[in-house]
C-alpha cells in the first residue's frame, strides 16, 4: 500500500502517538483533542512538559534530518490528528521542482537550529 | 545598495532588511556572509544565525505574508541574488498543494518556535481535505 504525505488518524486517550528514542518518521498536526509531552527529567522519569492542542504540532523531528523522537507524547483525550509520514514527504520532494526540495532543506535546517537553541537556553535554564 | 538586475552589491554592515518591514524579496548569498538578528534595535539583540554563500534567507515573510520576523545585515560585503515575490509565489503555486501547506507549517513553526506554533483552522481544513482526497491512506489509529 502506498502511504500517503498526510493520512488522519485517531488516537484514543492514554496512547502514545510516539515514543522518545524511536525514530522519528512521523509528525503530527493535533486537529481535534489534547495531547501531552512527555520528557525525561534528571532522574530519567518522563513527566509532563508541555500540552498542546488543535492546530499545535508534535513530533516535528520528523520534519528535520533523520534522528529519532527527543520527547514522547501521549493522547490525553480521544485524539483526532493529521499525520504527516516523512518517507513519503521525501518522495514526493524528489519528484517536484528542485527549487522546493531546496526550501525545505533550508527551512528544516533553520528549524532545527532554531530548536537547537530553545533546548539550550532550557538547559540553562534548569 | 547597488542593483543591477536581480542581482545586489552590499556593503559591510548595511542593513539588506530590517524586522517588520513586509518583504518583497528573498536573497540567495551568491558572495559574502549576511548575518540575521532579532531585536536588531533594542537593547538584547538576538544572533539567530549567519547565511553563507549559496544560502538563501528572506523567504519565509514571501510565503506567509508576515511581516519580516529579524534584521538581515551584510557582515561582509556582499553579491546577493534577489528572488522576487512572484518568482516564489508561482514556484509555491505549481507545486504540490500538500507540499506547499508542509512548508507554511514549517515557517509556523519557525516564527513561533516549534510548541508555541499553532495552525489556524482554516489551514487545518485545507490539510484535511489534502489528507482525505488521497485514494488510499491507512485506516485510523494504523501503525503506518
Request: hydrophobic fraction near 40%; charged fraction near 10%; proline fraction near 17%.
Given at each position: 500500500m502506498t502511504v500517503e504525505i498526510v493520512s488522519i488518524r485517531d488516537v484514543p486517550a492514554g496512547e502514545l502517538l510516539f515514543h522518545a528514542g524511536?525514530?522519528?518518521t512521523e509528525a503530527f498536526v493535533v486537529k481535534e483533542g489534547t495531547v501531552t509531552v512527555l520528557a525525561f527529567d534528571r532522574n530519567g522519569e518522563e513527566r509532563p512538559v508541555a500540552t498542546a492542542g488543535p492546530g499545535h504540532i508534535v513530533?516535528?523531528?520528523?520534519?528535520?534530518?533523520?534522528?529519532?523522537?527527543p520527547y514522547s507524547a501521549r493522547a490525553e483525550s480521544d485524539t483526532h490528528c493529521l499525520v504527516i509520514d516523512r518517507h513519503a514527504l521525501d518522495g514526493k520532494l524528489d519528484a517536484s521542482d528542485p527549487f522546493i526540495r531546496a526550501l525545505f532543506d533550508i527551512l528544516s535546517g533553520n528549524l532545527e537550529s532554531i530548536l537547537d537553541k530553545i533546548t539550550a537556553a532550557d538547559r540553562r535554564r534548569e | 545598495m547597488t542593483q543591477i538586475l536581480n542581482r545586489r552589491l552590499v556593503t559591510e554592515g548595511s542593513v539588506i532588511f530590517r524586522e517588520g518591514d513586509s518583504g518583497t524579496s528573498a536573497y540567495v548569498v551568491q558572495s559574502g556572509r549576511v548575518r540575521i538578528v532579532k531585536?536588531?534595535?533594542?537593547s538584547t539583540p538576538v544572533l539567530l544565525g549567519h547565511v553563507e554563500e549559496g544560502g538563501l534567507f528572506g523567504e519565509m515573510a514571501l510565503i506567509d505574508n508576515s511581516p519580516r520576523m529579524a534584521s538581515a545585515v551584510a557582515e561582509t560585503s556582499a553579491v546577493l541574488i534577489a528572488i522576487p515575490e512572484d518568482t516564489m509565489r508561482r514556484k509555491l503555486g505549481d507545486a504540490d498543494p500538500v507540499l506547499r501547506m508542509i512548508v507554511t507549517i514549517m515557517i509556523r513553526m519557525i516564527r513561533y518556535k516549534s510548541t508555541d506554533a499553532r495552525l489556524e483552522q482554516s489551514a487545518l481544513s485545507e490539510l484535511e481535505a489534502a489528507a482525505a482526497d488521497t485514494p488510499e491512506r491507512p485506516g485510523d489509529g494504523d501503525a503506518a
Open positions: 524511536t525514530p522519528a513530533g516535528e523531528a520528523a520534519l528535520l534530518a533523520p534522528g529519532p523522537y | 531585536g536588531m534595535e533594542s
